[in-house]
């Protein structure tokens, strides 16, 4: 079994319409390989709000720490600045640039025909409709996980997406990216191209937007794989 270093530990941070469960069928097998897991809990009020959230954990953790966002995750993950992060891994995620908003890159392309009709409530957070999950955040799962998906559900609000970023961690720091190839939310082509500019090694894979949950052991192949890289012991 791989030795990694002291109480490295991977920290699982959710996007948009999820909490830390959507992480859940992956925790196991990670713990398994000897690393320790932790979910971030993001209030997905502003981007900056989101970034402190997930500065907070990497703060609580003593060891080496791997970030891997899903989704929005992959702007709050890179908005973090600690000597503990060693890696980054983005699962079908978003990784604007400095200067860039989540929107500027969730929008680059022509959205999928499938793709949900989004729009802000009177507050300012946007909800994802019941049929956008397994018409497109996870057409790959079983409809008693979709229910579960959408009554667990936590709206985004419009900061976390037109906030600027700000200079982001991948340009000094290792990045893996899953690119999703059957994703209806983050266009495949859009995932390849944040992933091509931020230097990262890709695994393209025919999964779904949401892999954590519809296709485990492949998010597992790039975690590890990304832990063996940057955590293993000489």
Not at 16 to 30: C, E, M, N, R, T
Not at 193 to 218: C, G, K, Q, Y
Request: charge should be negative.
């Amino acid at each position: 079994m791989m030795s990694y270093e002291k109480n490295a530990t991977v920290v699982l941070v959710h996007g948009a319409w999820a909490d830390g469960s959507s992480w859940s069928p992956v925790i196991g097998p990670l713990k398994e390989a000897s690393l320790a897991v932790s979910c971030a809990p993001l209030p997905l009020t502003s981007l900056s709000d989101d970034i402190a959230a997930v500065s907070r954990v990497v703060e609580r953790i003593a060891g080496p720490v791997i970030l891997a966002g899903h989704a929005y995750a992959g702007a709050p993950i890179a908005g973090v600045s600690s000597e503990r992060v060693k890696g980054l891994v983005y699962i079908a995620a978003l990784a604007p640039t400095e200067g860039e908003t989540v929107a500027d890159v969730f929008y680059r392309e022509i959205p999928h025909p499938n793709a949900p009709q989004l729009a802000p409530d009177a507050y300012g957070f946007i909800w994802m409709p019941e049929a956008g999950f397994a018409n497109a955040f996870a057409q790959d799962a079983a409809p008693e996980t979709l229910a579960v998906l959408n009554a667990i559900q936590r709206p985004i609000n419009l900061k976390c997406i037109q906030e600027k970023a700000p200079p982001p961690a991948w340009k000094s720091k290792p990045s893996w990216f899953l690119v999703a190839e059957q994703d209806r939310m983050i266009a495949p082509k859009t995932q390849q191209f944040m992933a091509e500019r931020m230097n990262a090694r890709i695994l393209a894979r025919p999964v779904d937007h949401s892999p954590s949950i519809t296709a485990p052991t492949v998010v597992v192949e790039v975690l590890l794989e990304a832990a063996n890289s940057v955590l293993k012991k000489a």
